[in-house]
């Protein structure tokens, strides 16, 4: 499948689920994406904690991040929306 011409000369960023069904998504994603727009990038949650102790898997749990982990990762949830 061809990637969209819509995204050509565009910044995108890949905001794939934490799990192995999302790496190979992510992969793919990019690899399609590469060549067309001006520069891709991507997210990891991993290591992130939701409030109720659960790992952040995906854009959504994100929004559900633990104070704590908010603040030993201040740095990295602050850029999510960097672009």
Request: proline share 4%; hydrophobic share 35%.
């Amino acid at each position: 499948m061809m990637c969209s011409p819509y995204f050509a000369g565009k910044r995108v960023r890949i905001f794939a689920h934490h799990d192995p069904a999302g790496r190979k998504s992510l992969e793919h994603w990019q690899a399609q994406l590469t060549g067309i727009a001006a520069k891709v990038d991507t997210y990891d949650f991993g290591g992130l904690i939701q409030s109720d102790g659960s790992p952040v898997g995906d854009l959504n749990d994100l929004s559900r991040i633990d104070y704590d982990s908010w603040e030993d990762n201040r740095e990295r949830v602050e850029l999510v929306m960097s672009f």
